[in-house]
Structures are given as C-alpha cells and as structure tokens.
C-alpha cells in the first residue's frame, strides 16, 4: 500500500461549484496533513494545514481530517477558474509523503 | 515569511556536464532541506534529505554518488547532479521549514527544470 492515496482521476467542475478532494494515508502516526496547489510547471504552494480531526477553513477552502479513519479532504467551495491545477496530499511529521495529485478543471 | 530560493530556474547543457542547483532559506534558518525530483505528470519523489553539518540521508534507490548534496549552512543547501545524462532531465525542487519546528509546512523553492541534451 502507497503511503498516501488520492486516487480520483481528474475532476472538472463548473465555476462556482463545489470540488471534492480526498486522500487517504497508511501511517496511524503521522501528525502532519498538508494540501498543496501546483499549477503546471510550477512549484507546489501550500494552501492548508491541518493537525487534529475535525473541519479547518480558510476562505474557500476547507480541510477535513479524520484519524481513526486515515483520510483527509479538501473541499473548494466557490470553484473559480484560477482553482485549476494538481492538488497535492502531503503528510507527515517532518518528512512529508505526497499523494500522486489530483488535476482540478474549473470550466468557466 | 519562510521563503525558499532555488537557483537556477533553468538549466539546459549537454550530456556529461555536472549541475550545481542552490536553495537558500531566506528569512529562516534551517537544519534539514529537501531535495525532490517530478517527473511530467508525476507526483513528487522525495530524492534525499539534507542535513545542516552531516551527510544527506538519501531515499533508496537514489544513487549518492550520482547526486552530491551539501548542506554547509543553515541557510544554503546544494545539490550537484554529477556527469548528467537526458534520463535526469526533471523538475528538481527544494523545501525546508524552520528549524525546531518539525511539524510546520514545508516550504518549496520555485524549482529547477532540468534538461539534458
């Protein structure tokens, strides 16, 4: 099993919708859960953080983390088209593991 | 805060050649960096970790020799990519977080684009 998992294909949503992203991890101790945008050619930047369960917001965005399950979310409310680019799971404690991404298509 | 500079953005030189790419933390200091490698339309793949003061611990599979990291600062870590060949063409990107702060975001460089005739 992959350390981390995101493993929905590419999602396209119209502008203004809801997108949906989950990733799931394989170490119980990890205490670090990170979501990164990378636009292509680019580096990624970090757009969340999250270190305990429950729901974290931040403007559009918002994390969801679940221990006991092994999974955490990432919702983008208001998808705009600037919302398009590869969302990058990261977990960790001091060495992250990222997930393979997931490319987001906002159709205008 | 907690920038991250990655010099050169581009490198285009032939086969046999060796490359040296810098990353500096600008506003922080840092102990340990990292060193990844993407492929294109590929998820990041942590190469080694660099380590402020002693050796790099390199992820399997990466060949040491191929790829010389050296951390002599806590604010410069290098990574030398000796006599490239096209197969190691790739995007080559650092991170790091401040030290003392282990479970803080890491911060990436803009990255190095990497191509080898």
């Known amino acids: 099993q992959k350390e981390v998992e995101q493993n929905s294909g590419p999602l396209s949503v119209p502008e203004g919708a809801i997108a949906s992203l989950n990733c799931t991890y394989s170490?119980?101790?990890?205490?670090?859960f990170f979501w990164y945008r990378q636009y292509s050619g680019k580096s990624p930047e970090l757009i969340m953080s999250i270190y305990s369960n429950g729901d974290k917001e931040d403007g559009r965005f918002t994390a969801q983390l679940n221990k006991a399950s092994q999974y955490v979310s990432l919702l983008i409310r208001d998808s705009q088209p600037s919302d398009s680019a590869t969302y990058l799971c990261a977990v960790g404690n001091n060495r992250l593991a990222f997930g393979k991404g997931n490319q987001v298509v906002v159709i205008p | 805060g907690a920038v991250v500079s990655q010099h050169p953005s581009r490198v285009i030189c032939k086969s046999g050649t060796s490359v040296k790419i810098e990353c500096r933390s600008l506003?922080?200091?840092?102990?340990?960096m990292f060193w990844y490698r993407q492929f294109p339309k590929q998820s990041l793949m942590l190469m080694a970790t660099s380590n402020e003061g002693s050796k790099a611990t390199y992820e399997q599979g990466v060949e040491k020799d191929k790829f010389l990291i050296n951390h002599a600062s806590l604010t410069l870590s290098t990574l030398t990519v000796t006599s490239a060949h096209p197969e190691d063409s790739s995007f080559y990107i650092c991170s790091a977080n401040p030290s003392g702060y282990s479970n803080q975001p890491q911060h990436f460089g803009d990255g190095t684009r990497l191509s080898i005739l």
């Open positions: 170490d119980r101790v990890s205490q670090s």
């Open positions: 506003d922080f200091q840092a102990t340990t």
